[in-house]
Structure formats: C-alpha cells, structure tokens
C-alpha cells in the first residue's frame, strides 16, 4: 500500500519559514523597502524560481535601485553574497542567501563560515583574544545585571563584524540602559545599526551625535508646542517639515516661534505658519526682505512703545478668550469635550498633511470634514445656551495684522502705518 500528500502548484498557497532570528535582529534596524526584498526574493529562493532585480521592482513597486541597495545592504551584514556571472557587469549577479542561523551562532551548516564581502569572519572565538572585546562582554554585563547568553554573546559579535568598535557596543548598552530602560540585546543591536548606517563607529561619536540629536529634539518640543501639537507623537515627516524649515529655509526658533504667534486663534496653525514662512522665505530670497517673521521688515521696526502697545494689546485679547474659555467650559462641559476632539483631529491632520502621499491628503479630506461637524455642534450647543459661536475666540483690536503690526506676508499693516491703534 503507498502512501502520498497531494501537492498543490501555486506558491501564493505554500508557505515561507524565515528565520526567527532575521526578523528579531536583522529586520527592526532595516530600511522597510530591503526587508520587502529580502522577504520576496527569499520566498522565491525557497521555490528555486529563478527572478531577476527587476522582476522584484515590478512585483513591489519600488524602483530597481532600491532592489541593488538591499543587496548590498544585507551583503555588508553577512545575509547574503553577491555571485558575479560576469565581473565587468557589477548589475547583474545572483543572490545566494547564507546560513543566518550559523552567521549568529558563530559557525555555518555549509562548511565555510558566516562571512561577508566586508571581510567579517562571523566567527567570535578569534574576537574573544582581544582585551577590549572581552572588557566589552564584560561592561554589557554589569549593565544588564547578569551573565549573557550564547545568543547574546553571538549577537553582539555581528555588531563587530558590521563595523561597531567595541567602545560604542558598551556605549550602546549603557545609554539604553540610561536613557531608554531597555538593554535586550535586540534593541541594543537596533540602535547600533542606526548609528553605524549614520556612519558613527566610536563611542565619542555616537556621544556627539546625541548631544546634537538632543538639542534638535529640544527645538522640535517648541516648535510643536507653539503649533499646538504633541510631541510624544512626532513622526518622520514631521522632523522633515521642521528640517527644512531651520537647515533649508535657514529660520531660527525664535523666527517661527513668532510666525506661530502670529497664527494665534486660527483653524489650523500648521498650514498658517507655513504660508508665513514660505512667503517670507520666497521676500527674503527675492531680496524683498531685510529680516524674518516677527523681525523689524519695512514698517514695523517702529518705537519700542509703540511696541509695547501692541504686545499689551495681545495680552489682553487673550486674557480676555481664556476667561471666556473658562467661564463655557464651566457651564458646558460638552463644548470642553468637543474642543478637545476638534484639537485632536486637528494633529491627525497635520500629519496626514505632512505625509505627502494620496492617501494623507484623502485622509486630510475626512478629517476636515470631521472637523466642520464637531464645530457645528460646537455652535449648536453654544447657541442653545445663549452664547455667540465666536464668544471664545480672540478678539483683536485688528482683525488684519491680530494686533501685531505685521500682515502675513512680512508688511507693515495699515493699523501701524496710521497709528490707528
């Protein structure tokens, strides 16, 4: 009697075992678009399909650039090699994936070790005769607060092959230990793989680099303060708007803190200030401009009094909306709950602004939308109880300049000029 198991043909029915070990310490500290590559060409490989770096563009919509960066990439760290057919053609090779499991445990399954076209031996035990590597395993483990495992130790050693001193292994471990509460080996590994990308080797690089980062991170937390965002949430897009508004434009915090001044009181402050900092930049660059947001440009370089005025002015009008503020919140807490989803929705939105992308700005879409019925509400509620829908909002002396001298884009206001005020 025999015995068979019915096969099926399709590969979209079959299934891909991937290392556990790829996606806990090798996938976290990969770009997104390589482990798309990897994992495609991977599944591929299992079914020994023979596929081109093209072909895997095409199935994943990124560019075949991408596809040759991902080889590399995973070159350097021992998960692949490079088989060149032709070495006058530096395109076109196949792609053989190594022993993960032996590139982290120290030895191969195939009889040649976990090496790299960087050099790297994937082997510790030679490493393990260097003073400073063993004073490294022993820091990690004084800041971990006890002896590491086989894996852990095999872990930390790729991060030498990658290029990582000793010095800055210790570093990472004690700054995540410091600073992050987090000293599991995958972690730490995802850390230093950051910085290496960011071609960081020694401990007093990586010092450097977060004394700078820090200070950065110091300018963003005003910046989204003064935007009436939260900056726990920070994303990506949101350091490249802000990038390009300090490095790009060449704005200082103090310049767009006071374009965020400016916006007080209006829908959506990310949108406002960016118009003001995008007219400002295009008068500055024109040479149309002597100076900045908020700064002393044609008519509002006028007497520190008049100044004074202008300052007091704002002071008082918003004095005036908070106690407003104050006085609805206490008699209508619905009108507090809807301000605070309307604020909410309001971030939701500048990020799905920021990202660029079709499916941010449909989304922005929706959320504004959201936003027009959470304020209808809003001024139902408020007009059942007898309240103008504007009562909390600024009332500027000067609706056009909001009693600061200065029209959106950069001129005097005609209140200034007059000496209306």
Avoid at 106 to 122: L, M, N
Avoid at 206 to 228: F, T
Avoid at 231 to 236: H, N
Avoid at 400 to 409: F, Q, V
């Amino acid at each position: 009697m025999n015995y068979t198991i019915e096969k099926h043909s399709n590969y979209y029915l079959d299934d891909t075992q991937v290392p556990n070990v790829f996606i806990s310490e090798y996938m976290p500290g990969a770009p997104g678009d390589y482990v798309k590559v990897y994992l495609y060409a991977y599944m591929r490989a299992a079914r020994r399909d023979v596929t081109s770096n093209e072909t895997i563009a095409r199935e994943l919509g990124i560019g075949v650039e991408d596809v040759l960066a991902a080889w590399t990439y995973f070159e350097k760290r021992g998960l692949v090699r490079k088989r060149f057919t032709d070495t006058s053609d530096s395109l076109h090779y196949d792609v053989e994936f190594t022993d993960i499991k032996g590139l982290v445990a120290g030895v191969s399954t195939t009889g040649g070790g976990a090496s790299t076209s960087e050099g790297g031996s994937g082997n510790l035990h030679s490493a393990l005769g260097d003073e400073d590597v063993r004073d490294m395993f022993r820091d990690i483990e004084r800041l971990t607060g006890g002896p590491l495992s086989g894996s852990d130790i095999s872990r930390a050693g790729v991060l030498l092959d990658e290029g990582a001193t000793p010095g800055l292994v210790t570093f990472a471990y004690r700054y995540c230990a410091e600073m992050r509460k987090n000293t599991r080996t995958h972690y730490v590994a995802g850390v230093v793989r950051r910085w290496i990308e960011a071609g960081i080797r020694t401990a007093e690089d990586a010092e450097a680099h977060i004394s700078l980062n820090d200070a950065r991170m110091d300018v963003y937390k005003q910046i989204m303060k003064a935007l009436g965002l939260q900056f726990a949430s920070i994303t990506d897009a949101e350091r490249r708007v802000f990038d390009g508004w300090l490095d790009g434009m060449g704005f200082t915090v103090d310049e767009i803190l006071a374009a965020a001044e400016k916006a007080a009181g209006k829908r959506n402050k990310y949108d406002y200030v960016k118009k003001i900092l995008e007219s400002d930049y295009e008068a500055m660059t024109s040479g149309g401009l002597n100076s900045v947001p908020g700064g002393s440009s044609a008519g509002t370089g006028g007497s520190s009094a008049r100044n004074l005025y202008y300052s007091d002015a704002r002071v008082k009008a918003e004095a005036e909306a908070e106690a407003h503020r104050r006085e609805v919140y206490g008699r209508l807490p619905e009108v507090e709950r809807l301000d605070k989803e309307i604020a909410r929705l309001n971030r939701e939105s500048v990020s799905a602004i920021m990202s660029r992308t079709d499916g941010g700005r449909r989304e922005s879409e929706r959320i504004a939308a959201e936003i027009e019925r959470k304020l209808d509400e809003k001024a139902g509620v408020m007009d059942r109880a007898g309240y103008p829908k504007d009562y909390m909002e600024i009332r500027y002396r000067c609706a056009k300049c909001r009693d600061t001298g200065t029209l959106d884009d950069g001129g005097a206001c005609d209140c200034f000029t007059a000496g209306q005020l």
